[in-house]
Structure formats: structure tokens, C-alpha cells
């Protein structure tokens, strides 16, 4: 039986599952179990220390350092950790530990030991300002050891978060503050409806598949998280000129499903990627350097980028407006190759 | 604290040797003069280019890996630094998979894959060291949350640095294990110097050990160059641990003979102090110790002494005569399972 869920409601069946199912998981994070607190900074973990007590839904001190340390330890000595920062941009104090320790400990030993713990990351613009809106999935593609998942929606969300759970790898799993569907006084201005059918049996989703969201000819758009959504909205307005747009959604960025970007772009000929990071060095251009390397005789143009400018998150509302893509922006970029 | 290596030393600590007994006395001068001639070899094949990389001597420093390893039980787990090699030694890595991993050999302790800086091997409780320092320090925390959850029985040591001490990962490393009562033994090796810095220069309390109070924890400080006031402080705190009661921090008081790394030649310490911390010994403080309480004699340690010999030969002949990983092997073990 399916029901429509919220990606909160969905990430919050992935953990009680996966608690249920081995006693070795547990949640650990700041400001994630006190009853009467949030049940972390957006919800996901509200009301689970009811049923499974503070012991598996461990508030840590504020100390960032220290939550990844002991998440990855835990997990070496044989537990199946689920951290939660409360904003990715926490993730910078941590970083020697996500880096350092988590990335490389599996490596350094030849593949003798492995670090079996998922940090799970709110990210996304949402008028917090610089240090409390930054998207950073592309920091970490950059770093061998570390997988990465980011689901937009909660289907993905559900069978990603215990697809990582079960991984024997570290995971980054990426969740946009925009698409979680919070309720109450946690809810967020300017949300986007992610909700979806959610199976109440268990599933997983391997890593490295992406979905085709929009079957289209003529361009593909590449999207993560909540570019995804952005953009579809572009596809309607361009479907409008007649111009039907592929979005294709990779679901995770490492692994990431090559085989699906390649054969869209040789369906179509032409990529648009979209980011709600800063251009440099990011993950679009990783994407943009690869399509032209191995689909250079496919593609009939350009590949460009639609992303957030080289500069921190803005806080006035209108400047972060022009800080983010949307799909007036990418209907630009499709227009400038077509 | 700070003790000479003295027959009056010797006349005190009498009793506590008899009660300790011969066997685990020789095991422990056995194990120091491991890791102390493994150094003197290494740094000798180093310096000719057999191993590559960089080394961090553990030389002078003995008393503490091997109080700490033969303190805690063989299936305990440690956690170490970038100065890792006694530590290794002490924890019964055998010395032949060492020396093949300084020779970056595939039969090395981590095939190749992490070199002097990173030896260790969970099948013998030694989680690959950690170089960043103070990184190890809430790993091994977590380590612990585990061991408690899992309800193993196992306590954990973490060794790391007065240097460490300064680092925010030790204060919260330490919180965490401390609000937890988490079973692991804070082990501060207090060489005096934070590569060329002088602790002093870097932390206004008097001992590290002074530290714990601001966790709420116990911390002693004991001379790290007495093998068995080691043994004994971590034999407690270690006890104390696995019945639940959380950590404690033990500074050892102790002292490298040599630079911090290979191309050091500690020119920021006087030759006095050198020399003071030499007079102290701990291999030499502890076999002058067991002879004068009449448990060995010269010809014991003689045999001891040649036994270490021969199994650092037939490790140096094993690590020569090892095969290299291939180049492409560095594509390897990335991740575990089907993507490594």
C-alpha cells in the first residue's frame, strides 16, 4: 500500500525501518531526541526518541568535531550510525574528521577496515544568510571514500536513506531544507511540494541510478535536489514553444549513473546543467568536463551551466533571489543552444 | 613524580615487582627492546633508502606503548598517532607485516596503502593510526559508544600528544566520552615538545592531566619512563572503565631521544636535557630493576636481547623479499565492496 508522504515523513520511516530491522543503527545529532525539542533542526527525528529512547536517539554536546569523530568510530567498532548536522554548512567543523578519517581510514588500511556510517545534511538557500543556506554537495565529490546521495523526493528518499544505511561505505546524504515538507513552525517559506507515493513495504534504490524525469528530444537538463524541480517548471515553459526538454535526475553523485547522462545526451545533443552552487570548481563542471570528454561528437553545442554566482549565500530576499537558479534562468541557457 | 632510575627506586618499588611477577617483567623488557632496536633499524634503513616516505621515531618513548598494551587486555582496542611504530609493537602487530609496510611491500599491516604513518591492523585492536593530530581522540570515543552498545567488554586506549591536548577534537572527544561514560583510557604521551614547541610555551596548567577536571573525569599524571607506574595507572583506569564508571586521562611523563621526524636534529632542546632524560632510560631503568630484585640474570636478557635480533632479521629479510603493489593497485580500496 502506497501513501503520499512528505520526504520528512519518508526519512522518518527510512530510520524507524531501519532501527526495527537491526539494532545495530541509531541516530545520533544535535538537538535530535529531547522531547520537547525539534527532533533535529527540521524534523526528521521528532518523536523518535519516544519509541526508542535516548540511547538510539543520541544528542550529542555542540560539537561537531566530536559527532562525526564518534559516528565514525562507532561505526569502525561495529554500529551502524545515522548522524544529522543541522546545517551543512556545520559540516566545514567536521571537516578533518569527514576528510581525514571517514574518507580515507577504509584506503590507508588497504581495504582491511570501513566506516559504515550516513551524515545526513540539510542544505539549500532559504533567507538564513551565509552561514546557514550553503549548498556543498560538490565539496565532497571531490573527496575519494565519501558516497553522496541526494534525493528530491520522498520515494528517493526513503529507498536511498536505507540503501546508505545498509552501504558499508561512508555516505554524505544530502536533503534540501526546501523539499522536506516540514510542518508546523518548522515549515519553510517558499517550500516546494516533494511529497509522493511512498510504499509501506520495504524497498531500497542502488546508488548510481539515476531517473529520467521528463522524457524530451531536444535538450537535457541535469538538475540535483531542488534544481530537479526547477528544472521541470523550465521543461513547461519551453514545451510551450515547442522545445521539450529530457530531465533527467541522478539521484546520487557518487556513484553517478554516467550511462544515463551519455544516453541522454546523445538523444538530445545539447546539455543544460543546473546547480544551486557556486560555478567554480563545482559539480556542474565536473558534469560539463565529462559530457565533453566522452559525448563530444553527440553534443550539437555548447554545454552551459545555470548556477548560484561565486559569492556566499545573500541574505536580502531579493538578492537571494538572483543568487539562485530558477527556471526563467534555465529557459535562458536552453535558448542560447537551441 | 618524576623518579631517578636509582636503587632507592628500586628498594621501594620492590614489592610491586615480585607481585607483578618474572614473566610479565621480561615480556615487558622484551616488548621495549622491540619497538626501541625496530627503531634503531629503521631509521638505519631509512637513512639508506630502503624505506621511503617519512618516519616518526618512537625511540625513548617505550615505556608508555608497552605499560599501555600489556595493561589492557589483548582484544582491547587502541587508537594511535603519527608517531604509531611502538604503539604497534606493543599491541602484537607482528613486526615482520611492520617493517613490510614501511617497506610499502603487499604484505605489509595495510598492503602498502598507509606506510609508517598509518600501521595498525584490527585484528590485533589497533585501528590504522591517525596523523592528524587529535584526530584519533574522538574516533576512539566512538569506538567506545560501540564497544558499550554492543556490550563487548572491550575498553579502548587512545594515545595521542601533549600537543593533542591543545586541539579542539580532544575537548570533544573527551566530553563526549566522559557525559557518556564511555570505556576508554585518555593515554597523553607528554614528550615535553609539540614538534619544536615546548608544552610550556602552549598551556598554561601545570600538567595535562590537569585537563580531566574540566571533564569531570580522573587524571593522574604518572613518569612515563617507568613501564610498570604505567602499567599500574592504566591497569586502573582500565578497570574502572569496563565496569562502566567512563574514562580517565593518564599523562605519561616521557621523552623521544630522537629529532620529531626524519629530518630533525632537535636543535630547540639542550644537550643536558637530552642527556637527563637518557640517564632515565626506561629499558635500562627496568632491567637494572629486575636484576637487582634478583628475577633475571645477565644471561637472560642476553638471550632476550638476541631473540629480538634475530626476529627483526628474519622481519627485515621478510619485508626485502616482499612484493610490490602493482601501480594500478592504487586504484584499490577506495570502498569496500563491489565499488572497491
Redesign the interface.
Known amino acids: 500500500m502506497a501513501r503520499t508522504l512528505t520526504i520528512v515523513e519518508a526519512l522518518k520511516e527510512a530510520i524507524r525501518e531501519e532501527m526495527d530491522r537491526d539494532p545495530?543503527v541509531?541516530c545520533i545529532g544535535e538537538d535530535i531526541g529531547t522531547p520537547g525539542g525539534w527532533g533535529g533542526a527540521f524534523t526528521v527525528t521528532n518523536g523518535l526518541s519516544d519509541e526508542y529512547g535516548l540511547?538510539r536517539i543520541l544528542d550529542?554536546?555542540i560539537?561537531?568535531?566530536?559527532?562525526?569523530?564518534?559516528?565514525?568510530?562507532?561505526?569502525?567498532?561495529?554500529?551502524r550510525p545515522i548522524a544529522d548536522v543541522q546545517y551543512g554548512d556545520f559540516l566545514f567543523c567536521m571537516m578533518?574528521?569527514l576528510a581525514?578519517?571517514a574518507a580515507k581510514?577504509?584506503?590507508?588500511?588497504?581495504?582491511?577496515?570501513?566506516v559504515p556510517m550516513v551524515m545526513r545534511v540539510p542544505v539549500g538557500a532559504t533567507t538564513r544568510a551565509a552561514q546557514h543556506s550553503q549548498s556543498l554537495e560538490g565539496l565532497f565529490i571531490h573527496i575519494?571514500?565519501l558516497?553522496v546521495a541526494a534525493p528530491c523526493t520522498a520515494y528517493d528518499a526513503k529507498g536511498l536513506l536505507k540503501t546508505a544505511v545498509r552501504?558499508?561505505?561512508p555516505v554524505m546524504f544530502f536533503e534540501h531544507k526546501l523539499l522536506y515538507g516540514s510542518r508546523g513552525n518548522r515549515a519553510e517559506a517558499g517550500a516546494l511540494n516533494a511529497s509522493g507515493e511512498v510504499p509501506e513495504e520495504d524497498y531500497t534504490i542502488p546508488f548510481g541510478r539515476g531517473v529520467v524525469r521528463r522524457e524530451g528530444t531536444d535538450v537535457t537538463i541535469l538538475g540535483k535536489l531542488i534544481t530537479v524541480y526547477r528544472a521541470m517548471e523550465a521543461a513547461e515553459i519551453l514545451a510551450k514553444d515547442g522545445i521539450e526538454a529530457e530531465v533527467i535526475d541522478p539521484r546520487t553523485l557518487v556513484?553517478f549513473d554516467w550511462d544515463m547522462l551519455m544516453t541522454s545526451i546523445k538523444k538530445t545533443g545539447r546539455l543544460v546543467i543546473v546547480d544551486e552552487e557556486p560555478a567554480t570548481g563545482g559539480w556542474a563542471a565536473e558534469i560539463a568536463a565529462r559530457a565533453v570528454e566522452k559525448a563530444f561528437d553527440w553534443l550539437d553545442a555548447p554545454v552551459l551551466r545555470v548556477t548560484a554566482p561565486d559569492t556566499p549565500v545573500p541574505f536580502a530576499p531579493e538578492m537571494e533571489q538572483f543568487y539562485l537558479p530558477d527556471a526563467r534562468k534555465i529557459v535562458v541557457a536552453v535558448r542560447q543552444i537551441i | 613524580m618524576i623518579r631517578d632510575c636509582d636503587s632507592t627506586t628500586t628498594a621501594q618499588s620492590g614489592d610491586r615487582e615480585n607481585i607483578l611477577g618474572k614473566e610479565i617483567l621480561l615480556k615487558m623488557y622484551r616488548m621495549m627492546v622491540l619497538a626501541r632496536r625496530f627503531e634503531e633499524r629503521v631509521n638505519l634503513l631509512f637513512v639508506s633508502s630502503e624505506v621511503p616516505g617519512t618516519v616518526h621515531l618512537y625511540t625513548g618513548q617505550e615505556a608508555v606503548a608497552v605499560g599501555v598494551c600489556l595493561a589492557i587486555r589483548p582484544d582491547d582496542w587502541i587508537t594511535s598517532t603519527h608517531r604509531p611504530h611502538g604503539h604497534a609493537v606493543a599491541k602484537g602487530i607482528p613486526v615482520r607485516e611492520l617493517m613490510a609496510e614501511l617497506f610499502a611491500r603487499t604484505t605489509g599491516c595495510c598492503r602498502g596503502y598507509g606506510g609508517s604513518m598509518h600501521v595498525g591492523d584490527m585484528a590485533y585492536g589497533m585501528l590504522p593510526a591517525i596523523a592528524i593530530v587529535g584526530g584519533n581522540i574522538p574516533v576512539a570515543a566512538g569506538l567506545a559508544l560501540a564497544c558499550k552498545r554492543l556490550a563487548n567488554g572491550k575498553v579502548v586506549a587512545c594515545f595521542f600528544g601533549d600537543g593533542a591536548s591543545s586541539e579542539g577534537a580532544f575537548h570533544e572527544g573527551v566530553n563526549m566520552a566522559a557525559i557518556w561514560d564511555l570505556p576508554v583510557v585518555f593515554v597523553c604521551e607528554n614528550n615535553l615538545y609539540g614538534a619544536s614547541t615546548h608544552v610550556k610555551r602552549v598551556m598554561r596548567v601545570e600538567h595535562v592531566a590537569d585537563r580531566a577536571a574540566a571533564y569531570g573525569i580522573p587524571g593522574v599524571t604518572v613518569d612515563g619512563m617507568d613501564v610498570v607506574a604505567v602499567h599500574d595507572a592504566v591497569a586502573e583506569a582500565a578497570d574502572r572503565a569496563r565496569s562502566g564508571m567512563g574514562p580517565a586521562l593518564v599523562e605519561c611523563e616521557t621523552y623521544r631521544f630522537v629529532g620529531h621526524s626524519r629530518t630533525d636534529p632537535g636543535l630547540y632542546r639542550t644537550k643536558e636535557e637530552v642527556e637527563y632524560f637518557k640517564s632515565r632510560d626506561s629499558i635500562k631503568c627496568l632491567r637494572a630493576r629486575v636484576a637487582d630484585a634478583g628475577m633475571a640474570t645477565e644471561d637472560e636478557f642476553t638471550e632476550i636481547d638476541q631473540s629480538v635480533e634475530r626476529e627483526l632479521e628474519e622481519a627485515i629479510e621478510f619485508a626485502r623479499k616482499s612484493p610490490h603493489p602493482l601501480p594500478e593497485d592504487c586504484l584499490k580500496h577506495v570502498f569496500v565492496g563491489k565499488e572497491g
Open positions: 545495530r541509531f540511547d550529542t554536546p560539537a561537531e568535531i566530536g559527532l562525526a569523530g564518534v559516528a565514525i568510530g562507532a561505526s569502525i567498532g561495529g554500529l578533518d574528521q581525514n578519517q581510514l577504509t584506503y590507508m588500511s588497504g581495504g582491511k577496515i570501513n575519494p571514500g558516497k552501504d558499508d561505505n556513484p
